[in-house]
């Protein structure tokens, strides 16, 4: 083999090219999560309005990351940086106010989330199995959660944010399990800044269900 991306005859990933790529996303992960700390601790202060603007712009380099991939690998990973500062910015609101309640549901719901992904992330690594079935009952499952989560906003019924969030909980654990293959599976070094974007989203998602568990645990 000429390098370390050089894959076999038979179209699966060399061993070396998938360890690169591993490293690599896993590297674009760690610099978009410290981005998103600090897009979180910029804006602490920030109304929800702004959160919002943040917010469609961050899902607007989203989109842009899927052709700028592409065409310039630099600027997907400047896309994909962006977007860990803008939906840090989006979500400094949330992560402020759930502070000042409760400052030990943020520390909870870091270790649970590490324990979540970590534990996860290694079973859809490892797993032979197709998963793309899950991830696509995933799909539908939470654009299910989503209109039960519209429904939520206009009627009270009690603890249904805990149930939101271990129903959350439950889908993104098969999207941890299929992006986690995909990062075994795939072939071009250049999707490393799309499934740092899916990881990362997990870590998020995930993250934000567990301090709606936590913190309500602690109001009761």
Known sequence: MSDSLTYQETGAPSRAATHTLFAQTMGYVAVTAGLFALGAYLGRHLTGGVGIVAFIAAFACLIGMRYATRRSDQLAVWLLGAFGLLIGLAVAPTVAYYGSMDPRAL??????????????????????????????????????????????????????????????????????????????????????????????????????????????????
């Open 107 to 220: 520390w909870e719901a870091g270790g649970a989330t590490a324990l979540f992904i970590a534990g996860l992330g290694a079973a859809g690594y490892a797993t032979r199995r197709d998963l793309s079935g899950i991830a696509r009952l995933s799909f539908w499952a939470l654009l299910a959660l989503i209109v039960f989560g519209i429904v939520l906003i206009f009627v009270n019924i009690p603890g249904a944010g805990q149930v939101y969030s271990v129903l959350g909980l439950v889908i993104f654990a098969g999207f941890t399990l299929f992006d986690f293959q995909r990062l075994r599976t795939s072939q071009d070094i250049r999707s490393a800044p799309l499934l740092a974007a899916s990881i990362f989203l997990d870590i998020l998602n995930v993250f934000l269900f567990f301090l709606e568990i936590f913190s309500g645990s602690q109001e009761r």
